[in-house]
């Protein structure tokens, strides 16, 4: 099989949440780019009616859909509406997060709360809804979660991400065991550190000077270094991939000597 023929997603339906930013617009745009039809999901609809404008322009199809992660009747809504314009969605890229900076000893229990259920709660029952709703239409699909290397090796301040980020990996592999079987494939993307409005100021700053020295490749990461990994994920290229997490990081993790320096990230 030719490459191009291998990672086209021409015919398919992809959603992806927090698609009103960062890398949830870049990963958008690359499956849109390779053929999917592409349901843009986040809480601002300004953003993703500008971004359906230019997936449009330049020959795809989208259709923009407001809802919060974390509010479970407005995400049965999305699908629906996906499934309207589309057909049944057969790539999720559960993508939607928010971050925090604080010592654990000085958060408050809704906070805590906060971050949990937008990281991890919502990434639950997104991918589970997405699951059923391919086993019913009895069609084979992809369910993306994306992590982080903050799931894998934390930093001074971010004790709910990375708790969050790695229940994310655990989710992946029990859900992946799960639905298998059924032709639904579940894996994860772990990407480093990349320059996004969440955490813009901070990767600017000395501290991220300091994180820039950790990583062997000596950059942070831009767009275009998770498609790769995303269209493998999406496509029959990673058809026997399952219930693994990819790491996109530039070498950070197999070098991390004591962690980075507290987090100081704003909320997306």
């Not at 809804?129 to 084979?140: L, N, P, S, T």
Request: proline share 1%; aromatic share 6%; with cysteine.
């Amino acid at each position: 099989m030719q490459a191009a023929d291998m990672f086209s997603l021409t015919g398919r339906v992809a959603l992806v949440t927090g698609a009103s930013s960062g890398l949830g617009q870049q990963f958008a745009r690359t499956l849109a780019e390779n053929g999917a039809a592409v349901a843009l999901v986040a809480r601002r609809a300004d953003r993703l009616a500008a971004l359906k404008k230019e997936i449009e322009g330049k020959g795809g199809r989208a259709v923009a859909i407001e809802a919060d992660v974390t509010d479970r009747t407005a995400m049965v809504r999305a699908f629906d509406a996906a499934e309207k314009a589309f057909s049944t969605v057969n790539i999720l890229v559960n993508n939607a997060g928010i971050a925090h900076a604080g010592r654990a000893t000085d958060m408050s229990a809704e906070e805590w709360h906060r971050i949990l259920s937008t990281d991890l709660d919502a990434m639950f029952f997104w991918a589970t809804e997405a699951a059923r709703r391919m086993q019913a239409a009895k069609i084979q699909g992809a369910i993306i979660n994306i992590a982080s290397v903050l799931g894998l090796g934390v930093a001074k301040g971010g004790s709910a991400y990375a708790t969050a980020k790695a229940g994310a990996i655990q989710l992946t592999k029990a859900l992946a065991v799960e639905l298998a079987f059924t032709g639904v494939r579940v894996n994860a993307i772990a990407p480093g550190w990349f320059v996004t409005e969440m955490n813009d100021s901070y990767l600017m700053s000395e501290a991220g000077t300091a994180i820039k020295r950790e990583i062997p490749m000596g950059r942070f990461g831009k767009d275009g270094d998770l498609d790769g990994a995303l269209l493998l994920l999406a496509s029959d290229a990673g058809r026997f991939i399952c219930g693994t997490t990819i790491v996109v990081d530039g070498g950070q993790v197999v070098s991390i000597r004591g962690g980075a320096p507290e987090l100081e990230l704003s909320d997306e």
